[in-house]
């Protein structure tokens, strides 16, 4: 949607109105709502049983925002069933995502600079659900949340979803635009100085990247381990990405990238270390052969983001130098067995996989 924006200038879009879907899965999908009926259809209903409609800007605030306050004991989004990378899907208790931490702080951060723009164009007041103010904490009239507190969030949390569980008010409130863009950027702002401050890693052996995840056991699984020190490529390319990595660091995960995930006769950089054990409180991406799949290939996803993430961040020569290692790899047709191209990964021995998944078309 930025980019359709970015592309047409076409802001009026988002203020057309959508419905909105219902089963009887609520709670993000931890409760079943018992009063839930199926011939109602898939519709959001509000208390008078009518179907509600909101805005296609309400739709993205209420998916960033319940993501926010749903944390674990370390202040991350919950990992639940998987984040991108959904072969880590084996901590749905106590995982966390610090790595998708990072993209919706990014993403809470570009809905300020969308409100930034409405507000130049003349829009003073946005209408929201009335529910949502329950999550807009900081707004004038607000009941702030403590941000430090992951109980505190999740107790928020909890009562945003208990009201809106089987129906809406369907009430709508008039926000001030000035006020929902000082609350999306105090969020935004909280999120990445928190993963800069407490999920940057420095190693025995004096690498520095951030940590990426939290097990099911609520164990940090990034950085030193007894079975060898673990790096995740995904949680480096997000903070960089997603402007919270500072200058220093990107130096830093830059060097480390290159010596911990980089083969030393071969282009591209590997998704992770290699596991070494098959642990059930992490995900079955533990088990798969090391170098293939999301267990340490040479995923090209993740190396092209870098690649832009470096650039847009001012680091032109390690960018471009992860797209030459990318097309060395892709024309090497002798090893990858594959019309040129850009695949979902490269294997152990260079070997192209999925020509036209995600690799391609990021």
């Known amino acids: 949607l930025n980019f359709y924006l970015h592309q047409t200038g076409d802001y009026e879009v988002l203020f057309e109105s959508m419905t909105y879907w219902k089963d009887q899965h609520i709670f993000r999908s931890r409760t079943i709502d018992e009063d839930w009926d199926p011939k109602q259809g898939n519709l959001q209903n509000d208390d008078q049983g009518k179907a509600y409609s909101g805005s296609i800007f309400e739709h993205l605030l209420i998916q960033q925002l319940s993501a926010f306050f749903n944390v674990g004991d370390h ?92 129906t809406v008010s369907g009430k709508r409130k008039s926000i001030g635009v000035s006020s929902l863009i000082l609350d999306l950027r105090s969020k935004a702002e909280h999120m990445a100085e928190h993963i800069r401050k407490n999920e940057w890693l420095t190693t025995r052996d004096g690498h520095q990247f951030f940590n990426g995840h939290y097990s099911n056991l609520g164990e940090r699984v990034h950085g030193d381990h007894p079975l060898g020190l673990r790096m995740d490529l995904t949680s480096q390319v997000m903070p960089v990405m997603c402007d919270v990595a500072g200058t220093d660091q990107i130096g830093e995960i830059w060097k480390s990238a290159t010596q911990v995930l980089k083969d030393k006769d071969s282009d591209g950089l590997r998704l992770c270390t290699d596991f070494k054990e098959l642990d059930l409180n992490i995900g079955r991406v533990t088990g798969f052969v090391y170098g293939n799949k999301e267990h340490g290939s040479k995923w090209m996803q993740q190396n092209i983001m870098l690649a832009y993430g470096l650039s847009k961040r001012g680091f032109l020569k390690e960018g471009n130098d992860i797209l030459q290692q990318v097309f060395r790899l892709a024309v090497h047709s002798e090893s990858s067995l594959i019309f040129p191209g850009v695949p979902s990964y490269f294997n152990n021995d260079n070997r192209g996989a999925y020509a036209y998944l995600t690799g391609s078309s990021s």
């Open 75 to 166: 202040n991350n989004i919950m990992l639940e069933g998987g984040d991108w990378n959904d072969t880590l899907d084996m901590a749905r208790e106590k995982g966390e995502s610090v790595c998708f931490h990072n993209f919706y702080a990014h993403n809470l951060a570009v809905l300020a600079e969308i409100l930034d723009t409405l507000l130049r164009r003349g829009h003073q007041k946005i209408e929201l659900m009335q529910e949502l103010q329950l999550l807009l904490d900081r707004l004038p009239d607000g009941n702030p949340v403590d941000y430090g507190s992951p109980e505190a969030k999740r107790e928020r949390l909890k009562e945003y979803f208990q009201r809106v569980s089987h």
